[in-house]
């Protein structure tokens, strides 16, 4: 692998969220992660444990998701999910908004929602924000409350709910989360150029099933 590829291998998370990804998926998914020494796999939480023993001493971790795909679970859902995916080898959770409780501008709500899982996972969490669902206002609201409620990143979207990562998305969330916080762009990464695009306005993680189209410069 080009050298020039190396430093963007560690920016991706190689991600496998299918509802039909089956065990040879998840199996493919880790083989291309240690191939590539990418950074991370993202899959579901029943795969975790599969994609855990597949990338034991790799150097390659795994991210699980919590309220996926549609972030409307209960908050004693998503605390426990994300908790038993921690406990099973997850090294950070990206859990979904709750888009409708923003929506309602219930700021007390959307916090408590986040500071739960926060506390629950004790590992970095990244709040998703389904930005192609959001106005502006909406997105730089989520924002802050990620920030207050101890989130280590926020996220773009889900990939599950139209749209997908933007430029001008990406360096709007940079702009209103505090130094401390990461931006992973996520939604429809599949070629170098966007990749690049996307890290140049702000983003410090990928989130795509692109990876080696990517690497590849395809």
Same mark, same amino acid.
């Given at each position: 692998?080009?050298?020039?590829?190396?430093?963007?291998?560690?920016?991706?998370?190689?991600?496998?969220?299918?509802?039909?990804?089956?065990?040879?998926?998840?199996?493919?998914?880790?083989?291309?992660?240690?191939?590539?020494?990418?950074?991370?796999?993202?899959?579901?939480?029943?795969?975790?444990?599969?994609?855990?023993?597949? $990338?034991?001493?790799? !150097?390659?971790?795994?991210?699980?998701?919590?309220?996926?795909?549609?972030?409307?679970?209960?908050?004693?859902? *998503?605390?426990?999910?994300?908790?038993?995916?921690?406990?099973?080898?997850?090294?950070?959770?990206?859990?979904?908004?709750?888009?409708?409780?923003?929506?309602?501008?219930?700021?007390?709500?959307?916090?408590?929602?986040?500071?739960?899982?926060?506390?629950?996972?004790?590992?970095?969490? *990244?709040?998703? $924000?389904?930005?192609?669902?959001?106005?502006?206002?909406?997105?730089?609201?989520?924002?802050?409350?990620?920030?207050?409620?101890?989130?280590?990143?926020? *996220?773009?979207?889900?990939?599950?709910?139209?749209?997908?990562?933007?430029?001008?998305?990406?360096?709007? $969330?940079?702009?209103?989360?505090?130094?401390?916080? !990461?931006?992973?762009?996520?939604?429809?990464?599949?070629?170098?150029?966007?990749?690049?695009?996307? $890290?140049?306005?702000?983003?410090?993680?990928?989130?795509?099933?692109?990876?080696?189209?990517?690497?590849?410069?395809?």
């Amino acid at each position: 692998m080009p050298a020039a590829f190396g430093d963007l291998a560690r920016r991706l998370e190689h991600t496998q969220l299918r509802p039909g990804a089956s065990a040879a998926d998840i199996e493919c998914l880790c083989a291309e992660a240690r191939e590539h020494n990418l950074l991370a796999v993202c899959v579901a939480p029943f795969r975790l444990p599969q994609a855990v023993r597949l $990338l034991a001493g790799s !150097g390659v971790f795994c991210v699980c998701v919590a309220g996926f795909p549609l972030g409307s679970q209960t908050t004693a859902a *998503k605390a426990r999910e994300a908790a038993e995916a921690v406990a099973a080898g997850a090294a950070e959770i990206d859990m979904v908004l709750n888009v409708g409780a923003l929506k309602d501008c219930d700021e007390a709500c959307v916090a408590a929602d986040i500071a739960a899982v926060v506390r629950a996972a004790a590992a970095p969490v *990244k709040v998703i $924000l389904e930005t192609a669902l959001l106005t502006d206002r909406e997105k730089i609201l989520a924002c802050r409350l990620a920030a207050d409620a101890g989130a280590a990143f926020v *996220k773009t979207c889900t990939g599950f709910s139209g749209g997908g990562a933007t430029i001008e998305d990406v360096a709007l $969330l940079r702009a209103h989360v505090p130094a401390r916080m !990461g931006v992973k762009a996520s939604g429809g990464v599949r070629t170098r150029a966007q990749a690049e695009a996307l $890290l140049a306005a702000g983003a410090c993680r990928l989130g795509t099933s692109s990876s080696l189209a990517i690497l590849a410069g395809a």
